[in-house]
Every structure is written in structure tokens, then in C-alpha cells.
């Protein structure tokens, strides 16, 4: 399978999401489209250098056409994940804003039927999470964040409350199954 992977400006679930595709590497083709707010913040937790072992498109290094998510309107790519995917992201993919490198392939996937598999940092009320330092603090996302998730579930897109879920799912869609896996 080809996986495109965005990352995005959040530390909420980024060193797992990088666990995760490197997983998910083993046995398929995984490309990484980083945002630069993904890659500022993968810079303060220290997994910069972990993401640049992956194919990368940096979107630091783009101009503002983002020529390559043209990759999504090809079939270039079986399914684009996007995980951690901030709220900002998520509002810009549901209200169809495609000014950044994620939400302009996420804006071209839908377009071209490309499943798109969403784990945003503001999934639940209260989220639990840690800064850079190790410092556990609490986030509340707002009832909009929430609203946004709705209707992009409703659109077909496909939410999943933690990265660990994607494999799963990768697997299900292969088996033509449309549906979210919720893990124990």
C-alpha cells in the first residue's frame, strides 16, 4: 500500500504517530508531507531526525501551488493519513480551505476518492498530554473542534482517536471495509 503520512504542528501523539509509520513501513510505502509548523514543533521534540529517515515532502520547501499534492488527483497514493492532525488542519480540511501543504492534499484526496484517515489532537473534551519537557498538562478542546469532527465523519472521512488504530484500519480498507476499527 502507499501511504501518504502528514504531520502537522502538534505534539499531542507525534511520537507515536512516527511509531507508528515506522511500523507501517516494513510492508508499505510510506512518504511523509510535513507541514512547517509540524516541522517546528518535531524540532522541539526531538524526532526531527527520526521523520527525515522517511521520503519527505517539507512544505517549508514548497512554493504556494503545493505542486505535490497533485501526487492525490494521480492515485499516487492508496490512502492519506494525517496524524497528529491539529484542530487548525481539521477546520481547514471540513470548511474546504486548502492555503497549507495538508490541508491542500487533503482538500485534492477527497476530491479524488483517496480515503483519508484522520487523528486529531482535539478528539475527546478533556485530552491529556505532555509538552516537550515531559510536563503533563490538560487541553479542552472547544465545542467547534468537536463539531468539525462530526462532519467530516459524516463526509466519509475517517477519524481515529489514536495512531495505534491505523494499521488496523489500513488493513480493513484493503478488505474493502469502510468502517472505523475501535481497538479494545
Known sequence: MRIAWGISGA????????????????????????????????????????????????ESKQGFAFPPCGAFNLKRFDVFVISPATSNTVAKIRLGIADSLLSCCASQALKSKVPLILVPTDSKHIV????????????????????????????????????KEVPRTLEAAKEGVRRVIKLD
Open 11 to 58: 505534539g499531542h501523539l507525534l511520537k507515536e504517530s512516527i511509531e507508528v509509520m515506522e511500523t507501517l513501513s516494513g510492508k508499505h510505502e510510506v512518504k511523509v508531507f510535513l507541514s512547517r509548523a509540524g516541522e517546528e514543533v518535531a524540532r522541539m521534540y526531538g524526532v526531527l531526525e527520526q521523520i527525515g529517515d522517511f521520503p519527505i515532502v517539507r
Open 128 to 163: 491529556e498530554t505532555r509538552a516537550p519537557n515531559g510536563q503533563v498538562f490538560m487541553i479542552y478542546p472547544r465545542k467547534v473542534d468537536l463539531e468539525h469532527l462530526e462532519a467530516l465523519r459524516d463526509e466519509g472521512v475517517i477519524i481515529l482517536e489514536h495512531p
